[in-house]
């Protein structure tokens, strides 16, 4: 939920800060006042272009912050939920203490752009995959939105829900399986000469290596073992004088671990508690030295004296040392150029059995991709269906009872022909109005794609929340009756969302939770080049000074105790009917 916006710099606009609040917010103010900028300042944070041309004259320049709240994200999707989680790790983000994130875009005067989040310098793009799953702008120009098969299809799919995620996640993962599957085929039937060379080589390194049978870190095994049968007398001698002195000869030399135990016992046999710690220590390394003894007695016996086990083991390096000259740096590198050549052996196997295998493996897979593709087509059919049925009834109460949504769902080809990570059908919304059935926005002007578009956001909000939708004039085009049904659906869409809204109509903006007026001033500074311009700041406006502005919204009347009153009269029948919508829900 975005809880705070500010714009500083941007068009008419010279420091302005608009506070957010849950529900429905609506942004109103005369033509002019800037509210086009506070759209433009959202898209920017949304990852939209950065144009220097909407620097605010004599500003070097523009930047906009966006405060928002992501503990709001709990109804968000989960796999949204945890890109979004993702996102913030890689950019090594962390949340303020109260859960919020800060999102900021700068645009220059000279088209240089930067964009942060919270406090750290990333990529633009990284911001509008940010903004992805928590603010998403409909303006007039962004209607585009609806003309491209994928979102059509996404639209559909959302609504669609578990079962058709479900269907479209076992579809995608057999795709992957048969896309892998064909590529392995036809790279071995189509350059089977090539890959039998290339066989023949994996299998002469595999022999050469099995033949060896090299082992992980053998070769700091060769060298220490090396080291010991090169300098085996010394060895011997230096291991032998220490086991002597702590053993014994027998004959003249009175052992050490025996001199040190005779020396604890007279200790420990004294008397006096002063020399117990003494004793203790003094046996302590007896016992040490006893170990030590033990040890140096193995080590002796285990200790090579045999001049042919060093030739051995010379040979052996050698050997090894050829391996690591053709097939990596070191024995553990050769390992794996094995592990990997025998992998690579089972694609590039050429014989007829393991072709014949792959291809009934291919016609498998196929057949699969088939009847998953029909069962996301029978869901997406069932789900556009319903889809239309709904939207068709938004849209009768949104002035536009005269049109009807038909959602179509065709093959994209024969069997497999055209088959794409997404399906085997296209997905495509088109109108049915008085000039026939046309693709959407073919047909329809910006004001009924606004329309359209408001429809589904309404319907498409049953099966989710969270996140905040920005209609930018919504209403264009529309008055009366139809402007207060898309005050009812505005507010409707609020209960599951947040919900911004840029408005002409007081019908529209008597139904706001939270209302802000973007209002302008002559700028005195002005431009010694050009006219003195305007500057623009943002007030939420509450009680009589919300009153008086809707009448001004009523062509002008808020110095009029009839406009008054009538704009008092709407207010209060459409927060009444908020709130007893609220009672029925």
């Known amino acids: 939920m975005l809880t705070e916006l500010r714009i500083s710099g941007l068009g008419v606009i010279d420091e302005a800060v608009a506070d957010f609040s849950p529900g429905l917010s609506v942004l109103t103010g005369e033509t002019g006042a800037g509210k086009t900028m506070v759209v433009t300042g959202l898209r920017l944070l949304a990852g939209g272009r950065a144009d220097p041309g ?20 709990a109804t968000m999707d989960p796999a949204d939920r945890r890109d979004l989680d993702e996102l913030l790790e890689d950019a090594d983000v962390d949340l303020d ?30 911001l509008a995959r940010f903004c992805a799953p928590v603010l998403a702008v409909h303006g007039q120009n962004d209607q585009l939105r ?15 829900g578990d079962e058709a995620r479900a ?23 189509g350059r089977a000469r090539e890959l039998a060379r290339e066989a023949d080589l994996l299998r002469m390194g595999l022999e050469e290596i099995d033949a060896l049978d090299p082992r992980p870190g053998e070769e700091a095994e060769l060298d220490a073992l090396i080291r010991r049968l090169t300098d085996s007398e010394e060895l011997r001698e230096v291991a032998g004088q220490a086991h002597e002195a702590l053993t014994g000869d027998g004959e003249t030399a009175e052992p050490m671990v025996a001199v040190l ?18 004793s203790t220590s003094i046996g302590q390394a007896v016992a040490a030295l006893g170990d030590a003894a033990t040890e140096l007695g193995l080590y002796l016996a285990e200790l090579p004296v045999d001049a042919a086990d ?47 295998e792959l291809r009934a493996t291919v016609e498998r897979l196929a057949a699969q991709l088939c009847e998953r593709g029909a069962a996301l087509t029978a869901v997406r059919r069932a789900a556009g269906e319903d889809l239309a049925a709904r939207v068709t009834a938004e849209l009768a109460d949104l002035s536009m009872g005269g049109a009807r949504l ?67 004039e919504v209403d264009a085009g529309v008055g009366g009756r139809a402007a207060l049904s898309i005050g009812k659906r505005l507010a409707r869409l609020a209960r599951t969302h947040q919900v911004i809204a840029v408005t002409h109509l007081a019908q529209v903006a008597a139904y706001a939770d939270t209302h802000l007026v973007v209002h302008k001033d002559a700028d005195p500074a002005g431009d ?17 000074d919300r009153v008086t502005e809707l009448a001004r919204m009523l062509a002008g009347l808020e110095d009029t105790d009839t406009g008054l009153a009538h704009a008092r009269e709407l207010l209060e029948k459409a927060q009444l009917e908020k709130s007893q919508a609220q009672v029925d829900r």
Request: net charge negative.
């Open 406 to 472: 038909v959602v179509r769902v065709t093959p994209l080809g024969e069997g497999l022909d055209g088959a794409t990570e997404s399906g085997l059908d296209d997905v495509e919304l088109a109108l049915d109005g008085p000039s026939g059935l046309v693709p959407l926005g073919k047909g329809a002007s910006g004001g009924e794609l606004s329309r359209v578009m408001l429809a589904l956001e309404v319907v498409l909000a049953e099966r989710s929340g969270g996140g905040t939708l920005v209609f930018d």
């Open 261 to 278: 135990d005779q020396l604890r016992q007279r200790l420990a046999g004294a008397g006096d508690p002063a020399l117990e710690p003494i």
């Open 146 to 160: 609806l003309l491209r098969p994928d979102r059509q299809r996404d639209a559909v799919d959302a609504h669609g």
């Open 97 to 126: 203490e109260d859960g919020s994130v800060i999102a900021a875009r700068r645009v220059g005067a000279d088209g240089r752009s930067r964009a942060r989040l919270g406090g750290r310098s990333v990529p633009a793009g990284t």
């Open 528 to 544: 010694a080049s050009d006219v003195p311009g305007v500057v623009s700041g943002v007030t939420a406006v509450a009680d009589a």
């Open 310 to 356: 060093l030739d051995s083991a010379l040979e052996r390096k050698h050997d090894l040392r050829a391996l690591t000259r053709k097939y990596g740096t070191d024995v553990d590198d050769v390992i794996a150029w094995a592990a990997r050549a025998r992998t690579r052996l089972e694609e590039v196997d050429t014989s007829d059995s393991a072709v014949a």
């Open 54 to 73: 909407r620097v605010r004259r004599g500003a070097d320049k523009a930047v906009v912050e966006g405060r928002f709240d992501l503990s709001a994200t």
């Open 167 to 189: 269907a479209l996640a076992a579809y995608r993962e057999t795709y992957r399986r048969w896309r892998e599957a064909e590529r392995s085929l036809a790279e071995r039937t």
